[in-house]
């Protein structure tokens, strides 16, 4: 299980990095809202990695993503993590 997380993590970060490509120092909130839910449509619809090769069925990859994030691994929102450390009051 942890090589699978390892694949769908790796994908995730190819797929937020371009994301985060997409944005501007000067970005509105709602354009990156937008992405965010772009990142997420594509968890939800794309072409995803597979457990196994017998294994085909899409929830796997969704729910695994959902509990990546549920983990704080991975997130939709662009400026997700710097989000998420201000909630928990850590770095300011």
Same mark, same amino acid.
């Given at each position: 299980?942890?090589?699978?997380?390892?694949?769908?993590?790796?994908?995730?970060?190819?797929?937020?990095?371009?994301?985060?490509?997409?944005?501007?120092?000067?970005?509105?909130?709602?354009?990156?809202?937008?992405?965010?839910?772009?990142?997420? &449509?594509?968890?939800?619809?794309?072409?995803?990695?597979?457990?196994?090769?017998?294994?085909?069925?899409? &929830?796997?990859?969704?729910? &695994?993503?959902?509990?990546? &994030?549920?983990?704080?691994?991975?997130?939709?929102?662009?400026?997700?993590?710097?989000?998420?450390?201000?909630?928990?009051?850590?770095?300011?």
């Amino acid at each position: 299980m942890d090589i699978y997380e390892t694949r769908l993590r790796e994908e995730w970060e190819i797929r937020f990095e371009q994301l985060r490509d997409q944005m501007g120092d000067q970005t509105a909130e709602n354009e990156k809202r937008r992405l965010a839910r772009e990142l997420y &449509s594509w968890i939800e619809t794309g072409d995803l990695q597979q457990i196994r090769p017998q294994v085909n069925e899409p &929830s796997m990859a969704r729910g &695994s993503y959902h509990i990546l &994030s549920d983990n704080q691994v991975v997130g939709w929102h662009p400026e997700f993590t710097q989000r998420l450390m201000q909630l928990i009051g850590v770095g300011g």
